[in-house]
């Protein structure tokens, strides 16, 4: 910072001798040389822009985005550890996301060994085999040296991770992951009383080097009590892709309550969705400001209730989930594209939150409209989603942010350590340019054979998987107008490129849906007519 509290440049993590150079650095530049300039990407990883996708007027070519990001991510591999990059070295949810989605639109088994190797890198060295949950990151790049922290988000963004690499590959090493993240997180945690889920879990590195034995006597490492609300969010979404993998309603129940708790207590319709909620043991005089809204708050929030409408048919947790991309758009939108990352109406407002664009938060955003447009039937979304994701045509997979140097606000040097948002943002695309696979549920919800098809639809891994439940008695209209029947009995419809398979009237046909994936490459599929 400099003499007036204003930010000249930041990393989170260094290594000695790189920090000793970047503080001599800052030194030698202030006072009096000006503000030093960081450029956030180290020279090595920057990726020539592919000419079809440099923004340049015209339509590029389609899935070229995708492809630019695939090749970022093949150039970073560790093909000896796996993961991208090399120490300290980053659980990379994101990035193992989109090579999943793409092996399940291609069968291109490269992209599935990068993914698969990994989650087991990942899974040999972060996880915790005793008090189960993952450890924040490894300071190796072996996965073997873990920083002992175990972290809500973390742990949310691995165990959905997991329960869709088991859905996809069937290995049960990967749900015993994914499922013991969500113990971890609701034995450790979960406050019952308040029902929401604390920040972490310190590093206590004396604890964790304990024998298993002697850690059942010795203190457990110390809670961060912080309810964060867009983190909460992230908890809620992982327990819901828990409960469509395995069926487990307590995993349901827990989701529910928290995102009722989050809209109940950390709601307004004027200021959208607040960044913490009140913590044990402190008044309301004491909780945070009330002022400052962040933009991962509301779409995390806004994503968990479109889970929760995809995991239940629950029309009213779309109905939420609307009212926070109206509000989002009003507060966090902003004329010439995009979505800033912080909010603050105040008149003196922090200098540390002056606005940028952040690459991760847009393109979950533009994810989480693309799933509301199919939802809703209204195209304005899926335009809004274009135009933010086209927006950093110039940005990814090189940078973070649209903004000034060295203002985004992030946990670690993101392009050098995993490109968690480069990845989000070829993910988003790819939804955008493939479409999702919509498997549309016509039924009553009253129905108990409804009821089974949509469990037995939650089951099933599909790149970019939309489930949606249209009920008889209150959908009638929408129901026609795709062109599906409904006086018939319950069906589950799956749709992509335009076209429907055949109806699906049996949950164990469903089934067979999940091992003839006719979403992938040249796979051949009978057609709905409606």
């Known amino acids: 910072l400099d003499d007036r509290g204003e930010l000249i440049t930041g990393r989170i993590y260094a290594p000695a001798e790189e920090l000793l150079r970047f503080l001599e650095q800052a030194s030698s530049q202030y006072p009096g040389k000006g503000p030093v300039v960081q450029d956030p990407v180290d020279p090595a990883l920057t990726l020539p822009k592919d000419p079809s996708s440099a923004g340049e007027p015209g339509s590029p070519e389609p899935g070229s985005e995708v492809i630019s990001v695939l090749r970022r991510l093949?150039?970073?591999?560790d093909a000896d550890f796996g993961g991208f990059g090399f120490e300290p070295k980053q659980p990379p949810w994101e990035a193992v996301g989109l090579l999943l989605a793409r092996y399940g639109h291609t069968r291109d088994r490269s992209l599935l060994r990068m993914a698969t190797k990994t989650l087991d890198g990942i899974r040999a060295g972060l996880y915790d085999q005793k008090d189960e949950g993952f450890f924040r990151y490894s300071v190796s790049r072996d996965w073997k040296t873990p920083h002992y922290?175990?972290?809500?988000?973390?742990?949310?963004?691995?165990?959905?991770?997991?329960?869709?690499?088991?859905q996809l590959t069937g290995r049960r090493a990967y749900r015993q992951a994914g499922l013991g993240a969500l113990r971890y997180m609701l034995d450790a945690l979960f406050d019952q009383s308040r029902g929401l889920f604390y920040a972490s879990q310190d590093a206590g590195e004396s604890y964790y080097a304990l024998p298993w034995g002697q850690r059942e006597q010795a203190e457990k490492p110390r809670i961060d009590r912080t309810f964060y609300t867009g983190w909460n969010a992230l908890a809620a979404s992982s327990l819901l892709k828990g409960f469509g993998a395995v069926g487990d309603e307590s995993y349901l129940r827990v989701a529910r309550g928290v995102l009722d708790r989050l809209w109940r207590e950390g709601w307004s319709q004027e200021s959208g969705l607040c960044h913490t909620l009140e913590a044990p043991g402190k008044s309301a005089t004491e909780a945070p400001g009330p002022q400052t809204r962040y933009l991962s708050d509301q779409?995390?929030?806004?994503?968990?209730?479109?889970?929760?409408?995809q995991a239940t048919g629950d029309p009213q947790a779309l109905q939420t989930a609307i009212q926070i991309a109206e509000c989002t758009q009003k507060l966090f939108s902003v004329s010439d594209g995009g979505y800033h990352d912080v909010c603050d109406p105040s008149p003196d407002p922090d200098p540390m939150l002056r606005p940028v664009k952040p690459l991760l938060e847009n393109s979950l955003m533009a994810e989480a409209l693309i799933r509301l447009s199919y939802l809703t039937g209204q195209e304005d979304w899926e335009r809004q989603a274009r135009e933010t994701l086209s927006l950093f045509r110039d940005v990814a997979p090189g940078s973070s942010y649209l903004g000034p140097p060295s203002l985004r606000r992030m946990e670690e040097?993101?392009?050098?350590?995993?490109?968690?948002?480069?990845?989000?943002?070829g993910r988003a695309w790819d939804m955008l340019v493939q479409g999702p696979v919509h498997m549309v549920l016509v039924g009553a919800l009253s129905n108990r054979r409804t009821r089974l098809l949509l469990k037995s639809a939650l089951r099933v891994y599909a790149p970019h998987r939309i489930v949606q439940v249209l009920d008889t008695q209150d959908d009638e209209d929408r129901i026609s107008s795709l062109g599906f029947p409904v006086d018939g009995?319950?069906?589950?419809?799956?749709?992509?490129?335009?076209m429907c398979l055949a109806p699906i009237y049996a949950p164990e046909q469903v089934r067979g849906l999940a091992s003839e994936r006719p979403w992938a490459g040249s796979a051949k599929f009978a057609v709905f007519h409606g």
């Open 74 to 77: 093949t150039e970073l591999y």
């Open 149 to 166: 922290e175990k972290m809500l988000c973390t742990n949310a963004g691995l165990a959905s991770t997991y329960v869709e690499a088991y």
């Open 299 to 309: 779409v995390h929030v806004f994503g968990a209730f479109l889970d929760l409408h």
């Open 413 to 425: 040097d993101e392009e050098r350590l995993y490109l968690p948002a480069a990845a989000a943002w």
């Open 489 to 498: 009995p319950p069906a589950l419809y799956a749709c992509m490129s335009g």
